[in-house]
């Protein structure tokens, strides 16, 4: 699955459920060195009844809690799992369990394991604070619920933000306020019905063991989190107002920039953006690769095999076909003026930045507003955007301050909706075929760079 639909494909997921601790992991069945989660066996459980039934239904979630507990467990003590990232992810999910049993002493007793395998200064001085302070307002107040609760959660989880370093949770916090001002607990249902219900149909209720937990941790949210989710951004606003404007925002990128100037002697270089597509009409005539052999008439006209290959080439991967643009089209296939889209994408990156824009104001509206039946559609039309978009971002990056550089574009059109074809052998066939002509497309004309942001692997496919 390839990154840019990864990252905006279910940003409204993504933002409606940021404060659920979901971790898709894995386990060992051998005591081997992990170097790869691909190398990870992966188990499956049987659910029955609708993702919205299953999240209510406390017996059928009692049972796998306590299956993917005695399994969790059992793994951690006859593997030696050597990736920190997938042991700190089995002690989230040990937390998320124990914290749905209510057996809190047990969460709290997972912190500083996890704080132990977090690699960054940030995540080591964030984790266990929501569970810190809601497990601390729960014991002082002896109530799992109400405003009792909620206002004893605001005073904990506000003094333990006040005693962290601005400096060093400054990203999360930001990113964080951002999340829980559009959180819609109608997104959420629609993301769980346009998203998990589709698995749920089309597997007859055999589902992978990240699934179980997934229900688990939507009951945590709805139970605990969402409870107290004015309290929680109140806090993290406090401390944005109050740290805000005494640090300074440094351009990283600036001391990293090189622009190579037209006066210097350079050599021409073919960089090929192997990508979602690339609107080349943005560059300047000296950044694009120009195959001179050839016209945009729907004509084959140097006989390499692709049609009107100007610029580069093009594979549409939801029929499995060669295609022609080197740019995807929104016409006739989108509610939403693409305009918009890239409004409501922009707001959702400010948000994430922490930058007060218009268009973050937009998008709150929008997001309040919007409809449990209209998550689809929304999740949907993002996921276009992120993809029609990816590529030639990526291509401004590859060209920025070098006039030497011509971007080539190979693009492999992705499917944007929500469910994903079958695969198929002919399918996995023509997309060997396909990896096979575009590198021997690169190679006949000159490639000495190319740039790749996607990656698959067999989760994918098993998940498809």
Not at 6 to 29: C, G, P, V
Not at 52 to 61: P, S
């Amino acid at each position: 699955m390839k990154v840019s639909k990864t990252y905006l494909l279910l940003t409204a997921i993504l933002i409606a459920l940021s404060f659920i601790n979901i971790t898709s992991y894995t386990y060992a069945q051998q005591k081997t060195e992990i170097t790869s989660v691909n190398q990870l066996p992966r188990r499956s459980y049987t659910v029955k009844g609708t993702a919205l039934e299953l999240i209510e239904d406390k017996a059928q979630l009692n049972a796998l809690c306590d299956q993917l507990i005695t399994n969790i467990k059992a793994d951690l003590e006859k593997y030696d799992i050597k990736d920190k990232s997938t042991l700190a992810g089995y002690y989230a999910s040990l937390q998320t369990l124990y914290f749905y049993k209510g057996d809190y002493d047990k969460v709290l007793e997972y912190i500083p394991i996890i704080k132990d395998l977090e690699a960054k200064t940030a995540d080591k001085l964030l984790t266990g604070t929501f569970y810190n302070a809601y497990i601390k307002a729960i014991k002082t107040t002896g109530k799992t619920s109400g405003d009792e609760l909620k206002q004893a959660f605001e005073k904990f989880y506000g003094e333990i933000y006040s005693n962290l370093p601005y400096n060093e949770i400054k990203e999360s916090v930001e990113s964080s306020r951002g999340a829980l001002s559009i959180q819609n607990k109608e997104v959420i249902i629609g993301a769980v019905q346009s998203g998990l219900q589709p698995l749920l149909d089309n597997s007859k209720g055999v589902v992978p063991e990240a699934v179980p937990l997934q229900l688990i941790s939507l009951r945590n949210f709805f139970d605990h989190r969402f409870a107290v989710k004015d309290q929680t951004l109140n806090v993290l606003n406090r401390v944005y107002e109050a740290n805000n404007k005494s640090v300074k925002k440094i351009d990283i990128w600036e001391e990293r920039k090189l622009l190579l100037s037209k006066d210097t002697k350079l050599s021409p270089v073919v960089v090929a953006v192997w990508d979602s597509g690339v609107d080349m009409s943005v560059f300047p005539k000296e950044n694009r690769f120009v195959n001179s052999k050839e016209e945009i008439n729907g004509r084959d006209d140097d006989g390499n095999g692709f049609v009107d290959d100007v610029n580069g080439i093009a594979y549409n991967l939801v029929d499995y076909k060669k295609a022609v643009n080197v740019l995807d089209s929104p016409e006739g296939r989108l509610k939403t003026d693409v305009k918009i889209l890239q409004k409501q994408t922009k707001g959702f990156l400010d948000l994430q930045s922490g930058i007060e824009s218009s268009e973050v104001a937009e998008l709150r509206k929008t997001m309040a507003n919007l409809k449990r039946e209209e998550v689809k559609d929304f999740q949907e039309e993002a996921s276009f955007y992120s993809i029609f978009s990816h590529g030639t971002h990526v291509a401004g990056i590859t060209a920025e301050g070098n006039p030497a550089v011509k971007v080539l574009a190979a693009r492999m059109g992705w499917d944007y909706h929500l469910l994903p074809a079958t695969p198929t052998i002919e399918k996995a066939k023509f997309t060997a075929q396909m990896y096979k002509d575009i590198v021997n497309y690169f190679k006949n004309n000159g490639v000495k760079v190319v740039n790749m942001s996607w990656r698959y692997n067999s989760a994918n496919y098993e998940g498809a």
